[in-house]
């Protein structure tokens, strides 16, 4: 399984910047996938989350209605579109995945619910 994230960069606060993570060594169109991000000194936090299908996505409070997770099946890439950025979006994200599913906020905003990380992505914004 590998997953390889990238996108990030360097970004003006206001700005958008999109991430991708291609996915490969798995059934990528099967299986639900997420996006974490990760500040210095800070825990592993959760940001959007999606289903196999595409289907069903979920959201952390903080970036809902500015960031948005899609995928493409066809070409095993996950993405996250993220618009409006603040300086406290400046993280390494990650994606990962989900092998399985509840359908429930609390299952799939949890790090445990996920067994295969990417490298990371960095994201700087400035003010």
């Known amino acids: 399984v590998q997953l390889q994230a990238s996108g990030g960069g360097l970004v003006q606060a206001g700005g958008s910047l999109r991430l991708s993570c291609a996915a490969s060594?798995?059934?990528?169109?099967?299986?639900?996938m997420g996006w974490f991000r990760q500040a210095p000194g800070k825990e592993r936090e959760f940001i959007a989350a999606?289903?196999?299908?595409?289907?069903?996505?979920y959201y952390a409070y903080s970036v809902k209605g500015r960031f948005t997770i899609s995928r493409d099946n066809a070409e095993h890439t996950l993405y996250l579109q993220m618009n409006s950025l603040k300086p406290e979006d400046t993280a390494v994200y990650y994606c990962?995945?989900?092998?399985?599913?509840?359908?429930?906020?609390?299952?799939?905003?949890?790090?445990?619910?996920?067994?295969?990380w990417g490298q990371g992505t960095q994201v700087t914004v400035s003010s």
């Open positions: 990962a995945r989900r092998p399985a599913d509840s359908g429930s906020y609390d299952y799939v905003s949890n790090p445990r619910s996920y067994d295969y």
């Open positions: 999606i289903s196999w299908s595409g289907g069903s996505t």
């Open positions: 060594g798995f059934s990528f169109s099967t299986t639900n």
